[in-house]
């Protein structure tokens, strides 16, 4: 099956500075990818839907500044965390898929701890 | 709006129980439902999915059909194996993905 990976999958930082985790689709064109955040014990909470070539889509209450989506190829999708703060730790998953109505693929999801 | 509602763990079984994990699900419209897995310290995995009322999906064991009547998507597996322990979550594709809480299970030698 497709196969969606994610990078790094574990970064632990200072607090103040930024992260980049990055979602790639190996063997399929994504033309849709998805970030979401996970809490401990909680499901998944959608942050933004980013199309390739133009600006992500951010859910209510996600901050674009904060958390800056780029999608610039068909297999490259990046969530940077700006200046990040101990309260933004968590799991990031991203999530991929080929057309409209195609499956949805999971990347193994980025551990981020803020120090 | 469309939703998920999951039963709420944690669940803890012995090897070789049966398994049952509740879904339910309110949606405008015929959405596809889907059961993902997360093991511990990994990304989700599709398990099964059913595109139409009264489709069944299954893999490795576990089965879950789509019942327009209840609306519902239950998880079932005759036999459990301590392998099977994972957050379980069920989910919707109406015109995005909507997933349940997650239920936990642990299965116990």
Same mark, same amino acid.
């Given at each position: 099956?497709?196969?969606?990976?994610?990078?790094?999958?574990?970064?632990?930082?200072?607090?103040?500075?930024?992260?980049?985790?990055?979602?790639?689709?190996?063997?399929?064109?994504?033309?849709?990818?998805?970030? @979401?955040?996970?809490?401990?014990?909680?499901?998944?909470?959608?942050?933004?839907?980013?199309? !390739? =070539? #133009?600006?992500? &889509?951010?859910?209510?209450?996600?901050?674009?500044?904060?958390?800056?989506?780029?999608?610039?190829?068909?297999?490259?999708?990046?969530?940077?965390?700006?200046?990040?703060?101990?309260?933004?730790?968590?799991? @990031?998953?991203?999530?991929?898929?080929?057309?409209?109505?195609?499956?949805?693929?999971?990347? !193994? =999801? #980025?551990?981020? &701890?803020?120090? | 709006?469309?939703?998920?509602?999951?039963?709420?763990?944690?669940?803890?079984?012995?090897?070789?129980?049966?398994?049952?994990?509740?879904?339910?699900?309110?949606?405008?419209?015929?959405?596809?439902?889907?059961?993902?897995?997360?093991?511990?310290?990994?990304?989700?995995?599709?398990?099964?999915?059913?595109?139409?009322?009264?489709?069944?999906?299954?893999?490795?064991?576990?089965?879950?059909?789509?019942?327009?009547?209840?609306?519902?998507?239950?998880?079932?597996?005759?036999?459990?194996?301590?392998?099977?322990?994972?957050?379980?979550?069920?989910?919707?594709?109406?015109?995005?993905?909507?997933?349940?809480?997650?239920?936990?299970?642990?299965?116990?030698?």
């Amino acid at each position: 099956g497709a196969v969606v990976s994610q990078h790094p999958s574990w970064v632990i930082c200072k607090s103040g500075t930024s992260v980049k985790i990055e979602c790639r689709s190996l063997d399929f064109q994504a033309t849709t990818m998805f970030w @979401y955040r996970q809490f401990p014990k909680q499901s998944l909470m959608l942050m933004a839907t980013s199309n !390739e =070539g #133009s600006k992500a &889509t951010y859910e209510q209450g996600v901050e674009k500044d904060k958390f800056l989506i780029n999608h610039a190829s068909l297999t490259l999708s990046t969530l940077t965390v700006t200046s990040a703060h101990p309260e933004d730790s968590s799991f @990031y998953i991203c999530s991929a898929r080929e057309g409209a109505g195609g499956e949805l693929f999971f990347g !193994e =999801g #980025s551990r981020l &701890t803020v120090l | 709006g469309d939703s998920v509602t999951q039963m709420e763990g944690p669940v803890t079984l012995s090897e070789e129980a049966c398994l049952t994990i509740n879904c339910t699900y309110t949606a405008t419209g015929y959405p596809s439902l889907f059961w993902y897995v997360q093991y511990p310290g990994e990304g989700l995995q599709l398990l099964l999915k059913a595109t139409k009322a009264d489709d069944k999906g299954s893999n490795k064991g576990f089965e879950a059909t789509y019942r327009k009547e209840t609306t519902s998507f239950h998880l079932e597996k005759g036999s459990v194996q301590v392998s099977d322990s994972a957050v379980y979550f069920c989910a919707l594709l109406g015109n995005q993905f909507y997933f349940g809480t997650g239920t936990s299970l642990t299965v116990i030698p």
